[in-house]
Protein backbone atom coordinates (compact mmCIF):
# COMPACT_ATOMS: atom_id res chain seq x y z
CA UNK A 1 0.00 0.00 0.00
CA UNK A 2 1.00 3.41 -0.43
CA UNK A 3 1.24 6.09 2.09
CA UNK A 4 1.53 9.80 2.50
CA UNK A 5 2.41 11.63 5.53
CA UNK A 6 4.63 14.62 6.94
CA UNK A 7 7.96 13.76 7.96
CA UNK A 8 9.69 16.69 9.58
CA UNK A 9 7.59 19.26 7.01
CA UNK A 10 8.09 17.88 4.24
CA UNK A 11 6.21 15.17 2.43
CA UNK A 12 6.88 11.73 1.40
CA UNK A 13 4.95 9.05 -0.16
CA UNK A 14 6.17 5.40 0.34
CA UNK A 15 4.77 1.84 -0.36
CA UNK A 16 4.66 -0.37 2.74
CA UNK A 17 3.43 -3.50 3.54
CA UNK A 18 0.53 -3.68 6.09
CA UNK A 19 2.69 -5.74 8.40
CA UNK A 20 5.39 -3.45 8.33
CA UNK A 21 6.83 -0.98 11.33
CA UNK A 22 7.14 2.48 10.74
CA UNK A 23 10.58 2.15 12.38
CA UNK A 24 11.58 -0.24 9.48
CA UNK A 25 10.49 2.41 7.29
CA UNK A 26 12.03 4.98 8.63
CA UNK A 27 15.47 3.56 9.05
CA UNK A 28 15.66 1.23 6.06
CA UNK A 29 13.64 3.00 3.21
CA UNK A 30 13.44 7.03 4.12
CA UNK A 31 17.35 6.69 5.77
CA UNK A 32 16.20 8.47 8.91
CA UNK A 33 18.90 8.35 11.12
CA UNK A 34 18.09 9.66 14.54
CA UNK A 35 15.55 7.10 15.17
CA UNK A 36 17.03 4.24 16.45
CA UNK A 37 16.72 0.41 17.23
CA UNK A 38 17.06 -0.86 20.80
CA UNK A 39 14.55 -3.67 22.18
CA UNK A 40 11.73 -3.56 19.19
CA UNK A 41 9.26 -4.26 22.10
CA UNK A 42 8.58 -0.61 23.70
CA UNK A 43 10.91 -0.65 26.81
CA UNK A 44 13.65 1.37 25.68
CA UNK A 45 12.72 4.07 23.80
CA UNK A 46 15.04 4.41 21.07
CA UNK A 47 12.71 4.23 18.96
CA UNK A 48 9.95 7.05 19.77
CA UNK A 49 8.89 9.91 17.20
CA UNK A 50 6.35 12.18 17.57
CA UNK A 51 2.85 11.83 15.88
CA UNK A 52 1.03 14.85 15.22
CA UNK A 53 2.77 15.63 18.20
CA UNK A 54 2.10 12.63 20.73
CA UNK A 55 5.24 10.48 21.84
CA UNK A 56 4.55 6.95 19.81
CA UNK A 57 7.03 4.18 19.72
CA UNK A 58 8.05 3.76 16.08
CA UNK A 59 8.26 -0.31 16.61
CA UNK A 60 5.29 -0.95 18.15
CA UNK A 61 3.41 1.46 15.19
CA UNK A 62 2.72 0.02 12.02
CA UNK A 63 3.69 2.28 9.02
CA UNK A 64 -0.44 1.99 7.99
CA UNK A 65 -0.93 4.14 10.92
CA UNK A 66 0.91 7.58 10.08
CA UNK A 67 -0.80 8.14 6.62
CA UNK A 68 -2.08 11.32 6.19
CA UNK A 69 -0.32 12.14 9.95
CA UNK A 70 2.52 14.17 10.63
CA UNK A 71 5.91 12.58 11.98
CA UNK A 72 8.71 14.70 14.07
CA UNK A 73 11.92 13.61 14.64
CA UNK A 74 14.83 15.23 17.13
CA UNK A 75 15.62 16.48 13.51
CA UNK A 76 13.09 18.51 13.47
CA UNK A 77 14.05 20.78 16.15
CA UNK A 78 16.32 22.75 15.63
CA UNK A 79 15.98 25.91 13.76
CA UNK A 80 18.64 27.58 11.00
CA UNK A 81 21.01 25.20 13.24
CA UNK A 82 20.21 26.75 16.42
CA UNK A 83 19.19 24.08 19.02
CA UNK A 84 16.25 24.25 20.93
CA UNK A 85 16.61 24.85 25.20
CA UNK A 86 16.22 20.97 25.87
CA UNK A 87 18.71 20.17 23.23
CA UNK A 88 21.05 22.98 25.07
CA UNK A 89 20.99 21.70 28.06
CA UNK A 90 21.67 17.94 27.27
CA UNK A 91 24.60 19.34 26.03
CA UNK A 92 25.84 21.65 28.81
CA UNK A 93 25.07 18.67 31.51
CA UNK A 94 26.57 15.73 29.23
CA UNK A 95 23.82 14.42 29.34
CA UNK A 96 24.81 12.57 26.14
CA UNK A 97 27.21 9.87 25.87
CA UNK A 98 27.27 7.29 23.24
CA UNK A 99 23.93 9.28 22.48
CA UNK A 100 21.89 6.49 21.34
CA UNK A 101 18.67 6.84 23.76
CA UNK A 102 19.12 10.89 23.34
CA UNK A 103 16.52 11.70 20.18
CA UNK A 104 13.95 9.42 22.37
CA UNK A 105 14.83 11.34 25.67
CA UNK A 106 14.78 14.78 23.79
CA UNK A 107 11.09 14.11 22.21
CA UNK A 108 9.61 12.89 25.33
CA UNK A 109 10.85 15.58 27.81
CA UNK A 110 8.88 17.90 24.88
CA UNK A 111 6.05 15.88 24.95
CA UNK A 112 6.14 15.65 28.63
CA UNK A 113 6.49 19.53 28.87
CA UNK A 114 4.41 20.84 26.34
CA UNK A 115 1.59 19.14 28.20
CA UNK A 116 2.89 20.02 31.96
CA UNK A 117 5.89 22.99 32.24
CA UNK A 118 6.27 22.22 35.62
CA UNK A 119 6.18 18.30 36.32
CA UNK A 120 7.59 16.94 40.07
CA UNK A 121 10.12 14.48 39.81
CA UNK A 122 7.33 11.51 40.26
CA UNK A 123 5.46 13.23 36.91
CA UNK A 124 9.02 13.39 35.58
CA UNK A 125 10.45 9.88 36.53
CA UNK A 126 6.58 8.71 35.90
CA UNK A 127 6.99 10.12 31.98
CA UNK A 128 10.65 9.03 31.39
CA UNK A 129 10.23 5.25 32.56
CA UNK A 130 10.03 4.17 28.78
CA UNK A 131 13.45 5.51 27.79
CA UNK A 132 16.38 3.82 28.76
CA UNK A 133 19.94 5.30 28.78
CA UNK A 134 22.79 2.68 29.15
CA UNK A 135 25.86 5.09 29.35
CA UNK A 136 25.08 8.38 32.03
CA UNK A 137 23.16 6.83 34.69
CA UNK A 138 20.61 9.01 34.22
CA UNK A 139 21.54 11.73 36.21
CA UNK A 140 22.99 14.67 34.07
CA UNK A 141 19.98 13.64 32.14
CA UNK A 142 17.80 14.91 34.79
CA UNK A 143 19.92 17.43 35.83
CA UNK A 144 19.74 18.98 32.10
CA UNK A 145 15.63 18.34 32.08
CA UNK A 146 15.25 19.95 35.81
CA UNK A 147 17.63 22.82 34.21
CA UNK A 148 14.97 23.92 31.86
CA UNK A 149 11.90 22.94 33.80
CA UNK A 150 10.11 26.59 34.97
CA UNK A 151 9.15 26.53 38.35
CA UNK B 1 -13.13 -3.10 -3.52
CA UNK B 2 -15.60 -5.71 -2.05
CA UNK B 3 -12.43 -8.50 -3.24
CA UNK B 4 -9.84 -6.77 -1.46
CA UNK B 5 -8.42 -9.05 1.35
CA UNK B 6 -5.20 -8.06 2.44
CA UNK B 7 -3.90 -4.91 3.68
CA UNK B 8 -3.87 -1.87 6.54
CA UNK B 9 -7.63 -1.20 6.89
CA UNK B 10 -8.78 1.91 9.44
CA UNK B 11 -12.03 2.29 9.43
CA UNK B 12 -14.44 5.05 11.32
CA UNK B 13 -16.92 3.32 13.18
CA UNK B 14 -18.00 -0.14 14.78
CA UNK B 15 -20.32 -0.58 11.64
CA UNK B 16 -17.64 -0.92 9.57
CA UNK B 17 -15.13 -2.64 11.92
CA UNK B 18 -17.68 -5.69 12.02
CA UNK B 19 -18.24 -5.79 8.10
CA UNK B 20 -14.75 -5.75 7.73
CA UNK B 21 -14.63 -8.50 10.46
CA UNK B 22 -17.22 -10.33 8.49
CA UNK B 23 -15.58 -10.03 5.03
CA UNK B 24 -11.88 -11.11 6.50
CA UNK B 25 -12.91 -12.94 9.27
CA UNK B 26 -9.59 -14.93 11.15
CA UNK B 27 -7.19 -13.18 8.36
CA UNK B 28 -7.45 -9.71 9.91
CA UNK B 29 -5.51 -9.04 13.15
CA UNK B 30 -7.57 -6.13 15.46
CA UNK B 31 -5.23 -3.67 16.50
CA UNK B 32 -5.78 -0.94 19.15
CA UNK B 33 -3.03 0.74 20.93
CA UNK B 34 -0.82 -1.79 18.87
CA UNK B 35 1.83 -2.09 21.74
CA UNK B 36 1.32 -6.13 22.38
CA UNK B 37 -0.69 -6.69 18.73
CA UNK B 38 2.10 -5.00 16.80
CA UNK B 39 4.90 -7.34 19.10
CA UNK B 40 3.17 -10.23 17.62
CA UNK B 41 3.67 -9.39 14.11
CA UNK B 42 6.73 -8.54 14.78
CA UNK B 43 8.19 -11.26 16.07
CA UNK B 44 6.58 -13.43 14.00
CA UNK B 45 3.94 -14.98 16.39
CA UNK B 46 1.42 -14.48 13.67
CA UNK B 47 1.44 -13.02 10.07
CA UNK B 48 -2.15 -11.68 9.62
CA UNK B 49 -3.54 -11.44 5.96
CA UNK B 50 -4.83 -8.00 6.82
CA UNK B 51 -5.07 -5.43 9.94
CA UNK B 52 -7.98 -3.34 11.17
CA UNK B 53 -6.32 -0.45 13.24
CA UNK B 54 -9.57 1.23 15.41
CA UNK B 55 -7.02 4.46 15.40
CA UNK B 56 -10.14 6.57 13.91
CA UNK B 57 -13.21 4.70 15.24
CA UNK B 58 -14.98 6.54 18.32
CA UNK B 59 -14.28 4.55 20.85
CA UNK B 60 -11.98 7.10 22.41
CA UNK B 61 -14.45 7.95 25.53
CA UNK B 62 -15.37 8.32 29.47
CA UNK B 63 -19.20 8.54 30.42
CA UNK B 64 -19.73 9.05 33.91
CA UNK B 65 -23.71 8.58 35.07
CA UNK B 66 -25.23 8.30 38.42
CA UNK B 67 -24.26 5.18 39.22
CA UNK B 68 -21.93 3.89 36.61
CA UNK B 69 -18.98 4.29 34.46
CA UNK B 70 -18.36 3.85 31.60
CA UNK B 71 -14.93 3.74 28.79
CA UNK B 72 -14.91 3.51 25.16
CA UNK B 73 -12.71 0.05 24.08
CA UNK B 74 -10.09 2.12 22.33
CA UNK B 75 -9.78 5.09 25.70
CA UNK B 76 -6.03 5.56 25.95
CA UNK B 77 -4.65 5.28 29.66
CA UNK B 78 -3.63 8.90 29.27
CA UNK B 79 -7.10 9.80 29.06
CA UNK B 80 -7.54 8.43 32.47
CA UNK B 81 -4.70 9.83 33.96
CA UNK B 82 -6.07 13.04 35.99
CA UNK B 83 -9.46 11.95 36.52
CA UNK B 84 -10.44 11.96 40.00
CA UNK B 85 -14.19 10.64 39.45
CA UNK B 86 -12.67 6.77 38.35
CA UNK B 87 -12.65 4.52 41.30
CA UNK B 88 -9.57 4.34 43.56
CA UNK B 89 -8.90 0.97 41.53
CA UNK B 90 -8.76 1.74 38.08
CA UNK B 91 -7.08 5.03 38.90
CA UNK B 92 -4.24 3.24 40.69
CA UNK B 93 -3.93 0.64 38.13
CA UNK B 94 -3.62 3.37 35.60
CA UNK B 95 -1.17 5.34 37.88
CA UNK B 96 1.38 2.21 37.97
CA UNK B 97 1.80 1.69 34.46
CA UNK B 98 4.35 3.98 33.46
CA UNK B 99 6.24 6.17 30.21
CA UNK B 100 4.17 9.20 28.78
CA UNK B 101 4.82 7.39 25.40
CA UNK B 102 3.21 3.76 26.51
CA UNK B 103 0.63 5.23 28.37
CA UNK B 104 -1.19 7.03 25.26
CA UNK B 105 -0.68 4.12 22.80
CA UNK B 106 -2.12 1.67 25.76
CA UNK B 107 -5.97 0.98 25.44
CA UNK B 108 -7.92 -0.15 28.11
CA UNK B 109 -9.88 -2.40 26.00
CA UNK B 110 -6.47 -3.70 24.44
CA UNK B 111 -5.42 -4.17 28.32
CA UNK B 112 -8.64 -6.51 28.78
CA UNK B 113 -6.77 -8.95 25.78
CA UNK B 114 -2.98 -8.75 27.40
CA UNK B 115 -1.83 -11.98 28.97
CA UNK B 116 0.49 -11.71 32.45
CA UNK B 117 2.77 -9.46 33.40
CA UNK B 118 0.40 -6.75 31.69
CA UNK B 119 -3.71 -6.95 32.69
CA UNK B 120 -3.06 -4.51 35.33
CA UNK B 121 -5.97 -2.63 33.95
CA UNK B 122 -8.28 -5.80 33.63
CA UNK B 123 -7.31 -6.93 37.36
CA UNK B 124 -8.77 -3.29 38.87
CA UNK B 125 -11.75 -3.98 36.77
CA UNK B 126 -12.29 -6.88 38.36
CA UNK B 127 -12.68 -5.84 41.24
CA UNK B 128 -15.07 -3.54 40.19
CA UNK B 129 -17.09 -6.49 39.07
CA UNK B 130 -16.82 -4.75 35.06
CA UNK B 131 -19.05 -5.86 32.69
CA UNK B 132 -17.80 -5.49 28.28
CA UNK B 133 -20.07 -4.78 25.69
CA UNK B 134 -19.09 -6.77 22.81
CA UNK B 135 -20.42 -6.07 19.66
CA UNK B 136 -21.53 -8.09 16.72
CA UNK B 137 -23.32 -9.18 13.42
CA UNK B 138 -25.97 -9.90 15.65
CA UNK B 139 -25.87 -7.13 17.95
CA UNK B 140 -24.87 -5.72 21.43
CA UNK B 141 -24.41 -7.87 24.34
CA UNK B 142 -22.89 -7.49 27.62
CA UNK B 143 -20.79 -10.20 29.30
CA UNK B 144 -19.32 -9.74 32.89
CA UNK B 145 -15.16 -9.75 33.31
CA UNK B 146 -15.24 -12.22 35.53
CA UNK B 147 -16.94 -14.83 32.67
CA UNK B 148 -14.60 -13.41 29.88
CA UNK B 149 -11.39 -15.62 30.06
CA UNK B 150 -12.16 -19.23 29.48
CA UNK B 151 -7.85 -20.39 29.81
CA UNK B 152 -5.10 -18.90 28.67
CA UNK B 153 -5.37 -16.35 25.54
CA UNK B 154 -9.33 -17.54 25.32
CA UNK B 155 -12.12 -15.03 25.58
CA UNK B 156 -15.65 -15.42 25.89
CA UNK B 157 -15.87 -13.21 22.20
CA UNK B 158 -16.62 -14.67 18.81
CA UNK B 159 -15.22 -14.29 15.47
CA UNK B 160 -17.52 -11.52 14.44
CA UNK B 161 -17.74 -9.43 17.59
CA UNK B 162 -15.26 -6.55 18.61
CA UNK B 163 -15.05 -5.11 22.24
CA UNK B 164 -16.41 -1.56 22.00
CA UNK B 165 -16.64 -0.41 25.57
CA UNK B 166 -16.19 -1.43 29.62
CA UNK B 167 -18.89 -0.52 31.79
CA UNK B 168 -18.74 -0.27 35.90
CA UNK B 169 -22.26 -0.61 37.18
CA UNK B 170 -23.06 0.42 40.80
CA UNK B 171 -18.88 0.74 41.71
CA UNK B 172 -18.02 -0.33 44.97
CA UNK B 173 -17.85 2.36 48.21
CA UNK B 174 -14.25 1.55 48.63
CA UNK B 175 -11.59 -0.23 46.27
CA UNK B 176 -8.09 -0.26 46.00
CA UNK B 177 -5.16 -1.86 43.71
CA UNK B 178 -1.33 -2.51 44.69
CA UNK B 179 1.02 -4.29 42.86
CA UNK B 180 4.58 -5.57 43.43
CA UNK B 181 7.14 -5.12 40.38
CA UNK B 182 11.48 -6.07 40.69
CA UNK B 183 11.60 -2.38 39.95
CA UNK B 184 9.89 0.79 40.72
CA UNK B 185 9.28 2.53 37.34
CA UNK B 186 7.74 -0.08 34.22
CA UNK B 187 8.69 -3.39 36.00
CA UNK B 188 6.54 -6.30 34.90
CA UNK B 189 4.00 -7.61 37.41
CA UNK B 190 5.17 -10.02 39.96
CA UNK B 191 1.71 -10.45 41.55
CA UNK B 192 -1.06 -7.47 41.68
CA UNK B 193 -4.36 -7.32 43.85
CA UNK B 194 -7.36 -5.37 43.99
CA UNK B 195 -10.28 -5.15 45.94
CA UNK B 196 -13.81 -3.68 45.79
CA UNK B 197 -15.60 -3.88 48.87
CA UNK B 198 -18.87 -2.37 50.54
CA UNK B 199 -19.58 -2.33 54.05
CA UNK B 200 -22.88 -1.92 55.73
CA UNK B 201 -23.01 0.31 58.81
CA UNK B 202 -21.77 -1.69 61.28
CA UNK B 203 -18.44 -2.38 59.58
CA UNK B 204 -19.99 -5.80 57.99
CA UNK B 205 -19.33 -6.61 54.55
CA UNK B 206 -21.74 -6.31 52.07
CA UNK B 207 -20.20 -6.98 48.74
CA UNK B 208 -16.88 -8.02 48.49
CA UNK B 209 -14.74 -8.60 45.13
CA UNK B 210 -10.80 -9.67 44.90
CA UNK B 211 -9.14 -9.81 42.03
CA UNK B 212 -5.59 -11.18 41.58
CA UNK B 213 -3.78 -10.43 38.19
CA UNK B 214 0.16 -11.34 37.14
CA UNK B 215 -0.27 -14.49 39.45
CA UNK B 216 -2.20 -16.61 36.00
CA UNK B 217 -2.30 -15.88 32.24
CA UNK B 218 -5.47 -13.94 33.04
CA UNK B 219 -6.68 -12.03 35.80
CA UNK B 220 -9.09 -14.12 38.11
CA UNK B 221 -11.42 -13.76 41.11
CA UNK B 222 -10.45 -15.44 44.70
CA UNK B 223 -14.16 -16.51 44.84
CA UNK B 224 -13.45 -18.20 48.46
CA UNK B 225 -11.94 -15.45 49.94
CA UNK B 226 -15.29 -13.34 49.02
CA UNK B 227 -17.17 -15.70 49.82
CA UNK B 228 -15.17 -16.17 53.88
CA UNK B 229 -15.23 -12.05 54.25
CA UNK B 230 -18.64 -11.40 52.81
CA UNK B 231 -21.46 -10.73 55.91
CA UNK B 232 -18.33 -10.37 58.60
CA UNK B 233 -16.33 -7.80 60.04
CA UNK B 234 -13.01 -7.56 58.69
CA UNK B 235 -10.82 -8.97 61.94
CA UNK B 236 -7.00 -9.48 62.10
CA UNK B 237 -7.85 -13.27 62.28
CA UNK B 238 -10.58 -13.00 59.13
CA UNK B 239 -7.92 -11.52 57.21
CA UNK B 240 -5.06 -13.46 58.19
CA UNK B 241 -6.87 -16.57 57.33
CA UNK B 242 -8.81 -15.78 53.95
CA UNK B 243 -5.03 -14.54 52.96
CA UNK B 244 -4.61 -18.36 52.95
CA UNK B 245 -7.44 -19.17 49.81
CA UNK B 246 -6.15 -16.25 47.53
CA UNK B 247 -4.83 -19.21 45.09
CA UNK B 248 -7.14 -21.89 45.84
CA UNK B 249 -7.00 -24.45 42.89
CA UNK B 250 -5.35 -21.87 40.86
CA UNK B 251 -1.65 -23.21 39.30
CA UNK B 252 0.54 -19.68 39.70
CA UNK B 253 2.84 -18.67 37.00
CA UNK B 254 6.45 -20.07 37.77
CA UNK B 255 8.93 -18.44 35.37
CA UNK B 256 12.26 -16.28 35.22
CA UNK B 257 10.47 -13.24 36.47
CA UNK B 258 9.75 -14.82 40.15
CA UNK B 259 8.62 -19.08 41.39
CA UNK B 260 5.15 -19.00 41.75
CA UNK B 261 5.81 -19.59 45.53
CA UNK B 262 6.97 -16.27 45.78
CA UNK B 263 4.28 -15.00 43.36
CA UNK B 264 1.56 -16.42 46.16
CA UNK B 265 3.54 -14.69 49.17
CA UNK B 266 3.45 -11.14 47.28
CA UNK B 267 -0.06 -11.39 46.37
CA UNK B 268 -0.91 -12.73 50.32
CA UNK B 269 1.11 -9.53 51.40
CA UNK B 270 -0.80 -7.39 49.36
CA UNK B 271 -4.22 -8.43 50.22
CA UNK B 272 -3.72 -7.94 53.73
CA UNK B 273 -2.02 -4.56 52.95
CA UNK B 274 -5.02 -3.55 51.58
CA UNK B 275 -7.66 -4.54 54.13
CA UNK B 276 -5.64 -3.74 57.00
CA UNK B 277 -5.55 -0.02 55.26
CA UNK B 278 -9.17 -0.92 54.86
CA UNK B 279 -9.74 -1.36 58.77
CA UNK B 280 -7.27 1.20 59.91
CA UNK B 281 -8.63 4.11 57.70
CA UNK B 282 -11.91 3.57 59.50
C1 LIG C 1 7.04 -1.63 27.60
C2 LIG C 1 5.68 -2.10 28.00
C3 LIG C 1 5.31 -2.06 29.33
C4 LIG C 1 4.04 -2.46 29.73
N1 LIG C 1 3.72 -2.38 31.05
C5 LIG C 1 2.49 -2.79 31.44
C6 LIG C 1 2.10 -2.73 32.79
O1 LIG C 1 2.83 -2.27 33.66
N2 LIG C 1 0.86 -3.18 33.11
C7 LIG C 1 0.00 -3.67 32.18
O2 LIG C 1 -1.10 -4.06 32.52
N3 LIG C 1 0.36 -3.74 30.92
C8 LIG C 1 1.58 -3.32 30.52
N4 LIG C 1 1.92 -3.41 29.22
C9 LIG C 1 0.98 -3.98 28.31
C10 LIG C 1 0.06 -2.90 27.74
O3 LIG C 1 -0.59 -2.21 28.71
C11 LIG C 1 -0.99 -3.56 27.08
O4 LIG C 1 -0.28 -4.16 26.09
C12 LIG C 1 -2.01 -2.55 26.51
O5 LIG C 1 -3.00 -2.14 27.41
C13 LIG C 1 -2.65 -3.21 25.36
O6 LIG C 1 -3.43 -2.25 24.74
P1 LIG C 1 -3.22 -1.92 23.21
O7 LIG C 1 -4.26 -0.91 22.87
O8 LIG C 1 -1.82 -1.55 22.91
O9 LIG C 1 -3.58 -3.32 22.57
P2 LIG C 1 -3.15 -3.98 21.17
O10 LIG C 1 -1.73 -4.33 21.23
O11 LIG C 1 -3.57 -3.05 20.07
O12 LIG C 1 -4.08 -5.24 21.18
C14 LIG C 1 -3.87 -6.31 22.09
C15 LIG C 1 -4.77 -7.48 21.70
O13 LIG C 1 -6.13 -7.18 21.95
C16 LIG C 1 -6.90 -7.24 20.77
N5 LIG C 1 -7.82 -6.09 20.84
C17 LIG C 1 -7.47 -4.82 21.19
N6 LIG C 1 -8.56 -4.03 21.25
C18 LIG C 1 -9.62 -4.82 20.92
C19 LIG C 1 -11.03 -4.59 20.81
N7 LIG C 1 -11.55 -3.37 21.05
N8 LIG C 1 -11.83 -5.62 20.46
C20 LIG C 1 -11.30 -6.86 20.22
N9 LIG C 1 -9.98 -7.14 20.32
C21 LIG C 1 -9.15 -6.14 20.66
C22 LIG C 1 -5.93 -7.17 19.61
O14 LIG C 1 -6.38 -7.87 18.51
C23 LIG C 1 -4.70 -7.83 20.22
O15 LIG C 1 -4.76 -9.22 20.11
C24 LIG C 1 3.16 -2.97 28.78
C25 LIG C 1 3.51 -3.02 27.43
C26 LIG C 1 4.74 -2.58 27.03
C27 LIG C 1 5.10 -2.63 25.57
S1 LIG D 1 13.03 -0.03 19.83
FE1 LIG D 1 11.10 0.81 20.22
S2 LIG D 1 11.08 0.95 22.37
FE2 LIG D 1 12.96 -0.07 22.01
S1 LIG E 1 23.91 8.09 26.22
FE1 LIG E 1 24.33 6.07 25.63
S2 LIG E 1 22.42 5.12 25.97
FE2 LIG E 1 22.09 7.05 26.80
Known amino acids: ?151 | MSLITSGYFAPVSVREVLSLKRRLRDKALIVAGGTAAVQLISKMIVEPQAIISLEKVPLDYVKMRANSVEIGATTPLARLIHRKDLPDALKKAVESIHGLALKDMATVGGNIFTPAPAGDIATALLSLDAVLILRGARGTRSVQLSKFYRGPLQFNIKPDEILTAVRVNRPPRMSAFLKQTPWKYSGPTIASVAVGLDLDKNGKTRRAMVALGGLTTHPYRAKKVEKMITGKKLSEQLIEGAAQHLTDGVEVIDDALASSWYRMRVAEVLFKRILYNITAGG
Open chain 1, 1 to 151: MRIRFRLDGQSVEVDVKHTETLLRVLKDRLGVGSVHFGCGEGSCGACIVLIDGRPRYSCLTLAGYVDGKEVSTVAALARDGELTEIQKAFVENNAAQCGYCTPGMILIVRALLEKNPSPSDEELFDALAGNLCRCTGYVPIINAIRSVIKR
